[in-house]
């Protein structure tokens, strides 16, 4: 069964949470020499990728926010991995793809995230509101 109020199980706090987990351990075995963990942290695409993904679960394919993430993620692992001024020359890439999917965005509304706020308090009633009522031992200017 769905839960409204429970938040989604792969959610952009799940990926930060096992990210700052990620991130310690592999500090950790590098700081205990059983391994080089400068090489593992060359991967930090990967993360910002993850939080795109997030993104797009959460709020449809066509999340601006979860795009970004990705071209992010994507401008990254080109200049980790990529040969050198690949990106210097596709840069312009990013700008088809982003208009391209703020025209989706226009031609396809979505519909409006609901967050959890807290409910408003209505106005108070006559039993905790400051006016004098007639049972009242409040004193009448």
């Not at 990620?22 to 020499?33: C, E, N, P, S, Y």
């Not at 993430?69 to 050198?84: D, E, N, R, S």
């Not at 001024?85 to 391209?100: E, K």
């Amino acid at each position: 069964m769905n839960n409204p109020g429970r938040s989604p199980l792969f959610s952009t706090k799940l990926v930060f949470g096992l990210t700052v987990i990620a991130v310690g351990l592999i500090l950790m075995v590098d700081r205990l020499h059983l391994y080089d963990g400068w090489h593992l942290l060359t991967w930090w695409p990967a993360v910002l990728a993850l939080f795109g993904l997030a993104h797009l679960v959460r709020d449809g394919l066509l999340s601006l926010g979860g795009h970004i993430w990705l071209g992010f993620a994507v401008a990254g692992f080109i200049q980790q991995f990529g040969p050198w001024g690949l990106l210097d020359r596709w840069w312009p890439a990013f700008l088809v793809w982003a208009g391209l999917i703020v025209t989706l965005r226009a031609i396809f509304p979505q519909p409006g995230r609901t967050r959890s706020r807290r409910a408003d308090p209505s106005s108070p009633t006559s039993a905790v509101s400051c006016d004098a009522g007639p049972d009242s031992t409040q004193v009448k200017p």
